[in-house]
């Protein structure tokens, strides 16, 4: 009885829901197909063994591929659990909520989104029930911030020179991502402002209610502290930023299109997409749209309401340079559309009561990796894949190197890298070069040399498809790995053949 009334429920919901039952089920499906399955609590993994460094989103995705393909890991987070387990999402308001759809943030095949835009509670949930779903608990240190990253005598990693604590490791996944602490900047003369000041990541509790509310930054952040302030009841609402940002719409096919640009950049058909974005999504709001900056140079931002609220007469989007504060607001140049940072404007003060920050995050650091991967020419992001140093690929730094991109969030990659990393581990044909890495970054660079941002500062998904593509291609050893690389699938049949690869090195050895 109790199954045909779920049954019943389902179709029920069905009728009444088609699209959200298409994209459950097509979750469930996802999850069935290429999700890893979890290890037994008492199965015992083996190498190579892998150290995880952060407890974030990537972080807990990559471990949980490792683990799920049967090697070892060990994650270690620098904050207490509360504040680590999560990253970003532990740390951020409880009103923030995803800008772009859920189905291009599938960090992990088993996550299973009920929303197409959820919450940071539910956002946090999911990366805490894959961290628990492959037995990671066990396997994570917290408090325990990573200073160094060396080999031993036997060429193993060691972990903060403590392997007797930590044992040691065959590969090492950097996963500290792009935003640490939150970044705050000193205004001129902030001590004449009598309101209160905030981050934009400190919101929950504060109240702006009735209040003229200064929101100093052009980012994401920005447009997420304008929600709040308009959820709350602000009375007026200042965005004063320094630059223009390309904002595109939170429509998940506009997005996925805009990010199928392979040649990861601007090119001579760019204004195509911009010319569509200026007439048919900025309309009347043109003059705050980039004037001298293509799509393809910077990261946009994601939000359809933004518009909406400038238009309703509840908020301002101001362009310019922040002069100084005053005792009831800020002296602001404002700049026409256009004029570079720093040029000329037309002063005057804008009101206001409480001052957010929307000042972004500090960029966590990777310095605590060998020296030797920080290479002049080949420092990040200019490495292999922009994630493997060219001086050892069993060092990944998937999520930590970029700096601009469009639909590369917590997506399909998180996995491939990861795989790519286990397949270099395990099998050493298929294992690249220095020589080769640096041709390939030297490659990238000529094939991108007329982009108006350097090769790895900026790339789409589609290009990031394309350098997959290109790589497993390039070498015949790694063909058997494809399956594994791009889907997870038959890691056992190229295992096999390294095992008999390895017997046939070992056999001719003996024999010269």
Same mark, same amino acid.
């Given at each position: 009885?109790?199954?045909?009334?779920?049954?019943?429920?389902?179709?029920?919901?069905?009728?009444?829901?088609?699209?959200?039952?298409?994209?459950?089920?097509?979750?469930?499906?996802?999850?069935?197909?290429?999700?890893?399955?979890?290890?037994?609590?008492?199965?015992? $993994?083996?190498?190579?063994?892998?150290?995880?460094?952060?407890?974030?989103?990537?972080?807990?995705?990559?471990?949980?591929?490792?683990?799920?393909?049967?090697?070892?890991?060990?994650?270690?987070?620098?904050?207490?659990?509360?504040?680590?387990?999560?990253?970003?999402?532990?740390?951020?308001?409880?009103?923030?909520?995803?800008?772009?759809?859920?189905?291009?943030?599938?960090?992990?095949?088993?996550?299973?989104?009920?929303?197409?835009?959820?919450?940071?509670?539910?956002?946090?949930?999911?990366?805490?029930?894959?961290?628990?779903?492959?037995?990671?608990?066990?396997?994570?240190?917290?408090?325990?911030?990573?200073?160094?990253?060396?080999?031993?005598?036997?060429?193993?990693?060691?972990?903060?020179?403590?392997?007797?604590?930590?044992?040691?490791?065959?590969?090492?996944?950097?996963?500290?991502?792009?935003?640490?602490?939150?970044?705050?900047?000193?205004?001129?003369?902030?001590?004449?402002?009598?309101?209160?000041?905030?981050?934009?990541?400190?919101?929950?509790?504060?109240?702006?209610?009735?209040?003229?509310?200064?929101?100093?930054?052009?980012?994401?952040?920005?447009?997420?502290?304008?929600?709040?302030?308009?959820? /709350?009841?602000?009375?007026?609402?200042?965005?004063?930023?320094?630059?223009?940002?390309?904002?595109?719409?939170?429509? #998940?096919?506009?997005?996925?299109? $805009?990010?199928?640009?392979?040649?990861?950049?601007?090119?001579?058909?760019? @204004?195509?997409?911009? @010319?569509?974005?200026?007439?048919?999504?900025?309309?009347?709001?043109?003059?705050?749209?980039?004037?001298?900056?293509?799509?393809?140079?910077?990261?946009?931002?994601?939000?359809?309401?933004?518009?909406?609220?400038?238009?309703?007469?509840?908020?301002?989007?101001?362009?310019?340079?922040?002069?100084?504060?005053?005792?009831?607001?800020?002296?602001?140049?404002?700049?026409?559309?256009?004029?570079?940072?720093?040029?000329?404007?037309?002063?005057?003060?804008?009101?206001?009561?409480?001052?957010?920050?929307?000042?972004?995050?500090?960029?966590?650091?990777?310095?605590?990796?060998?020296?030797?991967?920080?290479?002049?020419?080949?420092?990040?992001?200019?490495?292999?894949?922009? #994630?493997?140093?060219?001086?050892?690929?069993?060092? /990944?730094?998937?999520?930590?190197?970029?700096?601009?991109?469009?639909?590369?969030?917590?997506?399909?990659?998180?996995?491939?890298?990861?795989?790519?990393?286990?397949?270099?581990?395990?099998?050493?044909?298929?294992?690249?070069?220095?020589?080769?890495?640096?041709?390939?970054?030297?490659?990238?660079?000529?094939?991108?040399?007329?982009?108006?941002?350097?090769?790895?500062?900026?790339?789409?998904?589609?290009?990031?498809?394309?350098?997959? /593509?290109?790589?497993?291609?390039?070498?015949?050893?790694?063909?058997?790995?494809?399956?594994?690389?791009?889907?997870?699938?038959?890691?056992?049949?190229?295992?096999?053949?390294?095992?008999?690869?390895?017997?046939?090195?070992? $056999?001719?050895?003996?024999?010269?």
């Amino acid at each position: 009885m109790a199954i045909i009334d779920r049954a019943l429920s389902l179709l029920a919901f069905a009728f009444k829901h088609p699209l959200a039952f298409v994209y459950i089920a097509l979750q469930e499906i996802l999850s069935l197909v290429f999700s890893p399955s979890p290890p037994p609590p008492t199965d015992k $993994l083996h190498r190579p063994r892998i150290a995880v460094i952060g407890a974030g989103l990537t972080g807990v995705s990559s471990a949980a591929h490792c683990v799920g393909h049967g090697f070892d890991v060990k994650i270690f987070e620098g904050r207490v659990k509360q504040k680590g387990l999560g990253g970003i999402w532990s740390r951020v308001n409880s009103t923030s909520a995803l800008q772009i759809h859920s189905i291009m943030f599938r960090f992990h095949p088993s996550v299973k989104w009920d929303s197409a835009y959820p919450s940071q509670k539910k956002i946090k949930e999911q990366i805490v029930s894959v961290w628990e779903r492959y037995g990671l608990e066990k396997k994570t240190v917290f408090d325990t911030p990573v200073q160094s990253v060396k080999r031993n005598s036997a060429g193993r990693w060691i972990i903060n020179d403590n392997e007797v604590e930590h044992g040691t490791f065959d590969g090492i996944i950097a996963a500290v991502g792009s935003c640490g602490d939150p970044q705050m900047i000193q205004l001129p003369s902030h001590e004449k402002f009598k309101g209160p000041t905030f981050h934009s990541s400190e919101l929950d509790g504060k109240q702006v209610k009735g209040k003229k509310v200064l929101i100093i930054g052009g980012g994401a952040s920005a447009i997420e502290a304008l929600e709040y302030a308009v959820k /709350c009841g602000a009375a007026e609402i200042d965005v004063l930023s320094r630059s223009d940002k390309w904002v595109i719409p939170r429509n #998940v096919f506009v997005d996925m299109l $805009l990010a199928l640009n392979i040649f990861g950049g601007e090119t001579s058909l760019s @204004w195509i997409p911009e @010319w569509f974005l200026r007439r048919f999504f900025y309309r009347d709001l043109d003059d705050i749209s980039p004037a001298n900056k293509g799509l393809y140079t910077d990261t946009p931002m994601v939000n359809s309401q933004l518009f909406d609220q400038i238009r309703a007469g509840k908020a301002r989007w101001l362009r310019g340079d922040i002069i100084s504060a005053e005792e009831d607001g800020i002296l602001f140049n404002h700049r026409a559309k256009g004029v570079p940072k720093g040029g000329p404007g037309h002063e005057s003060q804008v009101r206001g009561d409480v001052i957010i920050m929307a000042t972004g995050y500090k960029r966590p650091s990777i310095s605590f990796l060998p020296d030797q991967v920080f290479e002049q020419r080949y420092a990040p992001p200019n490495w292999y894949l922009q #994630v493997f140093p060219p001086q050892d690929p069993s060092i /990944c730094a998937t999520n930590s190197t970029y700096l601009n991109a469009i639909g590369t969030v917590g997506n399909y990659h998180i996995g491939i890298y990861t795989r790519l990393l286990l397949m270099f581990l395990v099998d050493p044909l298929t294992r690249p070069q220095e020589p080769l890495m640096k041709l390939w970054i030297d490659l990238t660079r000529f094939l991108k040399k007329f982009a108006p941002t350097k090769a790895f500062d900026f790339f789409t998904y589609a290009e990031l498809i394309y350098w997959y /593509c290109f790589v497993s291609i390039i070498n015949p050893f790694r063909w058997k790995w494809v399956p594994f690389i791009f889907f997870g699938m038959f890691r056992g049949l190229p295992a096999t053949v390294v095992e008999q690869e390895d017997r046939f090195r070992e $056999l001719n050895g003996k024999a010269e």
